[in-house]
């Protein structure tokens, strides 16, 4: 490592750089009111308590004729019973039917049953004689019938804080008429591309090169839950990336540059931001490789985020830094994001540079019926075609230098939805268990 360049760098871990963002930082969960609607992927800032039982009258299961069970204790093929069917329920509108000994009502699935009926027969199951229905066989209180508040009674905590909520639960939600609920806001993080090379232009990316990093980082923003603004590319001047980056933070909770924060004749970002008046330095690198020249300063209280352009450096800046503080806005833990499964090294691994630091490997995650395999799939850190290749990654502790073929370790997918293609790609290789 040159000691001339390194020495610029004050690296802190990750931990280090989260905590004192978190402590320094106006960084807070925002409750709003949101439109149930509106509501999912949100996280609840409130229990869900339900105001009404569900459901709220004993109803039928399915469409046939609701009796009293008493009536039908001796009826069996020998000796039919003939029961007298007074009226239709055609439909789940308010009603106020009863019947009597000896009386039925024909009744459509999720239908509110006669106030003194206990019990449904299918209509397979009887025979109907002009207007009386013939039974073949008893039928116990309760068959085919869900009584009042069998599935959430009133009062019954349905969801609680800190939930995210799912199509299943605006289903419930509107079933307890609930039209509003609080959550906790997604955070808004603005998304800069910098250098002189670059443009957000697709006309103009012939004779510059297109800013694609940020769409990148927008999918993972979206995925753990935040909003990403991608603001237009700024060329390597002070001036203007000072005016940007103020800017972004106008209406944004979090700016994250991309670019810019090495050390060469035209990385300008830490050297510009980290020496404003309003600016309080974080880190100035990360010990994390790659991704170790991540660096962060606060803007009146507000973090920005210095990504370096390197794509595997950028997704570890992000995976490290970003990701947890779009977690922490909406109350959720900052540690273990991404999903985790316990794999088998395919091969062996020495890493003997940069060993006071933690190393992230991209791996190709396979699985066969005995677990999870996985390969290394090596490259520089400028190179996308590992990220390609892979579906995850693994940490490699301080001062290891050698992982042996066949040693277990933990393995982070790169995504939510890298789980899903992982066992669907499994199911269709090997058929059903």
């Known amino acids: 490592m040159d000691e001339q360049i390194e020495k610029h760098f004050k690296y802190a871990s990750p931990d280090e750089a989260l905590e004192k963002i978190l402590r320094n930082s ?84 999720g239908a509110k049953i006669p106030k003194s009926a206990d019990a449904v027969i299918p209509v397979e199951r009887v025979r109907l004689r002009g207007g009386y229905i013939e039974i073949l066989e008893s039928i116990k209180r309760g068959e085919h019938v869900t009584f009042r508040g069998a ?32 959550v906790y806001d997604k955070p808004r993080v603005a998304l800069i591309g910098i250098g002189d090379e670059l443009t957000s232009n697709i006309e103009e990316a012939n004779g510059k090169k297109l800013e694609t990093s940020s769409i990148v980082i927008s999918y993972y923003i979206k995925e753990f839950g935040g909003i990403p603004i991608r603001f237009e590319a700024v060329p390597d001047s002070p001036n203007q990336i000072i005016e940007a980056v103020k800017n972004s933070l106008i209406e944004n909770d979090i700016c ?17 931001l980290s020496k404003l008046p309003e600016s309080i330095p974080i ?54 994001l991404f999903p985790r499964v316990r794999a088998e090294i395919g091969e062996d691994l020495t890493i003997k540079e940069y060993i006071s630091f933690t190393r992230i490997r991209f ?37 290891v230098e050698k992982i042996n073929k066949g040693s277990k370790l933990d393995v982070y997918l790169l995504s939510w939805s890298e789980l899903l293609y992982l066992f669907s790609k499994y199911n269709e290789q090997n058929g059903p268990s």
């Not at 046939?64 to 439909?91: C, Q, W």
């Not at 509108?93 to 039925?104: N, S």
């Not at 994250?256 to 510009?272: E, F, K, N, P, Q």
């Open 363 to 399: 791996v190709k995650l396979v699985k066969n019926r005995e677990g999870f395999i996985a390969k290394p799939i090596l490259g520089d850190s400028s190179m996308i075609k590992p990220l390609i290749a892979s579906n995850g990654f693994i940490k490699i502790p301080e001062k």
């Open 151 to 182: 599935d959430i009674e009133s009062g019954e905590i349905i969801q609680k804080k800190g939930d995210i909520i799912r199509p299943q639960t605006i289903r419930c939600l509107l079933d307890t008429r609930r039209y509003k609920v609080k």
């Open 283 to 336: 880190a100035r690198g990360l010990r994390v490789q790659p991704g170790r020249a991540t660096s962060i300063v606060l803007i009146d209280g507000k973090p920005v985020i210095m990504l370096p352009g390197h794509i595997q450096s950028t997704i570890s800046g992000t995976i490290n830094i970003l990701v947890p503080l779009i977690s922490y806005m909406q109350n959720l833990p900052i540690k273990d």
């Open 256 to 272: 994250v540059t991309i670019g810019g924060v090495s050390l060469g004749a035209r990385d300008l970002c830490w050297m510009t």
């Open 26 to 109: 106006r960084l807070s969960p925002r409750v709003i009111d949101v439109s149930v609607h509106e509501s999912l992927g949100y996280v609840l800032a409130e229990d869900i308590v339900s105001s009404t039982p569900i459901p709220i009258d004993n109803i039928a299961h399915f469409d046939g004729y609701a009796v009293r069970s008493f009536d039908t204790l001796e009826a069996s093929t020998i000796n039919p019973l003939r029961l007298k069917v007074i009226g239709r329920i055609d439909s789940i509108r308010e009603h106020y039917l009863d019947i009597k000994d000896g009386e039925a009502v024909y009744v459509v699935t």
